[in-house]
């Protein structure tokens, strides 16, 4: 289990897809988290999140640029309480573009204690410190408030709607490195 990094209340690790599933599956198999991720559909049992948790880290793997996507795991009781991402935004055909992006993903019953913004705050030190990059995005569907509140909270610039990312419109945020 390697720790990518850890916060006050928090460690970002790898996930290890048979443990992990079940967790990951109370994210994405929940509608309310679900229609603010991509379009919305929700996954349709642990073991599909498992397989989906794999295919993952051997993209991340492949990719081998320091990107990827961590469990966020309660320092307290252990439990994985989100995710966090750092990957290339793709474009409307789903083409990885050079565009970072830092996102989120939280267990519904975790969000509005500051675990977000927390593991984004590590996310972005983690971009700018250790893999050098010199800015990092964020997008967000316009009526998903938490995650604007939580880029808001970063420092990050609105840049405004957008439609080159996902092939929807969204609210793009900007963060230069220590700008």
């Given at each position: 289990?390697?720790?990518?990094?850890?916060?006050?209340?928090?460690?970002?690790?790898?996930?290890?897809?048979?443990?992990?599933?079940?967790?990951?599956?109370?994210?994405?198999?929940?509608?309310?988290?679900?229609?603010?991720i991509s379009d919305g559909k929700?996954?349709?049992?642990?073991?599909?999140?498992?397989?989906?948790?794999?295919?993952?880290?051997?993209?991340?793997?492949?990719?081998?640029?320091?990107?990827?996507?961590?469990?966020?795991?309660?320092?307290?009781?252990?439990?994985?309480?989100?995710?966090?991402?750092?990957?290339?935004?793709?474009?409307?055909?789903?083409?990885?573009?050079?565009?970072?992006?830092?996102?989120?993903?939280?267990?519904?019953?975790?969000?509005?204690?500051?675990?977000?913004?927390?593991?984004?705050?590590?996310?972005?030190?983690?971009?700018?410190?250790?893999?050098?990059?010199?800015?990092?995005?964020?997008?967000?569907?316009?009526?998903?408030?938490?995650?604007?509140?939580?880029?808001?909270?970063?420092?990050?610039?609105?840049?405004?709607?957008?439609?080159?990312?996902?092939?929807?419109?969204?609210?793009?945020?900007?963060?230069?490195?220590?700008?």
């Amino acid at each position: 289990m390697a720790t990518l990094f850890e916060t006050e209340r928090l460690i970002v690790r790898n996930w290890i897809p048979q443990e992990d599933a079940a967790q990951a599956f109370e994210i994405y198999g929940d509608r309310e988290v679900m229609r603010y991720i991509s379009d919305g559909k929700t996954a349709e049992s642990v073991e599909a999140v498992r397989d989906r948790l794999q295919e993952r880290i051997s993209s991340s793997q492949k990719l081998n640029n320091g990107t990827g996507f961590w469990a966020v795991v309660n320092k307290n009781d252990r439990q994985i309480v989100g995710v966090i991402l750092l990957k290339q935004l793709p474009d409307n055909d789903g083409i990885p573009t050079k565009d970072i992006e830092i996102g989120w993903h939280f267990r519904r019953s975790y969000w509005g204690h500051g675990y977000a913004t927390e593991a984004a705050r590590g996310i972005v030190t983690y971009g700018f410190d250790i893999l050098k990059l010199p800015v990092l995005y964020a997008v967000a569907k316009p009526e998903n408030e938490r995650s604007i509140r939580v880029m808001q909270r970063l420092g990050m610039k609105s840049m405004g709607r957008i439609n080159k990312y996902y092939g929807v419109e969204l609210l793009l945020f900007q963060l230069n490195a220590y700008a």
